[in-house]
């Protein structure tokens, strides 16, 4: 069940407490134990997410935690939660990440791992998300497919990284097109000045279609400019056939693997709330301990204060015994 199941039909403050008591279920449940958690985002079409998330969940070499999302508010708080080690983002248009520039350069400069997919590497939709996080520099989106052929790229191999790792050189991903930096006529114009690393690049164009980048704080992203792919069923670049390709599943659980293995976000995050935890019950074990001296001080004093009223009762009973019973009994002796 994804969060968008489980709000449906519910305003945006519900939605938000909504998210964060799922993810922080396993905090709570496990006591100081903070399990990392994976979080997918596609925006209103949440079918290729959760597609997605199911090759995460079986790939060797990944324990975390699995959540699916489709709102951008929803994300934008997964980003501030100290659980969250590692966030996919494929979205088809601007309007599905445009708010997300913010919290997502945030949690990159934060230390976050991150895989980027599509609108999210474009500049024109994300601005400098597009050139710092998911550095494709991207101002064009080209198809450039003849009429008949299939929607499929070339990726080859630029360097040997360890996103590669199990994969040809050479190999085909359906796409509808990609995203890069180009001219006026939509030519490739190679960003000599990002800081980033080709995996591969698109064998008719030149243009990078897996980058990698790392923040100083430890982040990690991986920008996938030429995975285009829509949910009509029909069509060739269905994303439906794209997760059977083994080639995409080895590419894509080797993105994942890698930006979440180096993210410093989780960990540093997680060890400060378990400080914070830590701290908040050792308050509360002081607390306690005060209450109970106090309760027991309180004890010991209500008990002198009944000694003494017994004793005072005592001692205005021998009065009056004296002078109303004993007195007149002796004056008549």
Request: hydrophobic fraction near 40%.
């Amino acid at each position: 069940m994804t969060m968008e199941d489980a709000g449906r039909g519910m305003g945006r403050p519900f939605r938000c407490l909504l998210a964060i008591l799922l993810m922080s279920m396993a905090t709570v449940s496990g006591q100081t134990e903070i399990r990392p958690t994976i979080v997918f985002y596609t925006g209103t079409d949440s079918g290729f997410a959760r597609m997605l998330a199911s090759l995460v969940e079986q790939a060797d070499g990944i324990d975390s935690d699995v959540m699916v999302v489709a709102k951008p508010d929803a994300l934008a708080l997964a980003t501030a939660l100290p659980q969250t080690e590692c966030i996919i983002v494929y979205g088809s248009n601007a309007a599905e990440v445009g708010s997300l520039v913010e919290p997502l350069t945030a949690f990159f400069e934060s230390g976050g791992g991150l895989v980027g997919l599509r609108e999210v590497c474009y500049e024109p939709s994300v601005g400098n998300l597009a050139t710092r996080v998911f550095p494709a520099c991207a101002n064009v989106s080209a198809q450039q497919y003849p009429p008949g052929q299939k929607r499929a790229r070339n990726y080859t191999e630029v360097q040997t990284t360890e996103i590669a790792s199990g994969l040809p050189e050479r190999f085909q991903l359906v796409s509808m097109g990609i995203y890069f930096r180009g001219d006026s006529a939509g030519k490739y114009l190679e960003v000599s000045e990002a800081e980033y690393s080709v995996a591969y690049a698109d064998e008719a164009t030149g243009a990078p279609i897996v980058l990698t980048c790392e923040s100083e704080a430890g982040g990690r992203s991986v920008a996938l400019p030429g995975i285009w792919v829509v949910s009509n069923s029909r069509v060739d670049a269905y994303y439906g056939n794209l997760v059977l390709d083994e080639n995409f599943v080895q590419l894509f659980t080797n993105a994942v693997r890698w930006a979440a293995k180096g993210s410093t976000h989780f960990s540093e995050a997680s060890r400060d709330f378990r400080n914070k935890l830590d701290d908040a019950r050792s308050k509360q074990e002081r607390l306690r301990d005060e209450a109970e001296r106090a309760r027991r001080k309180g004890n010991a004093n209500r008990l002198l204060l009944l000694s003494g009223m017994w004793a005072a009762g005592l001692l205005a009973c021998g009065v009056v015994i004296r002078k109303l019973i004993l007195v007149p009994i002796e004056v008549e002796a």
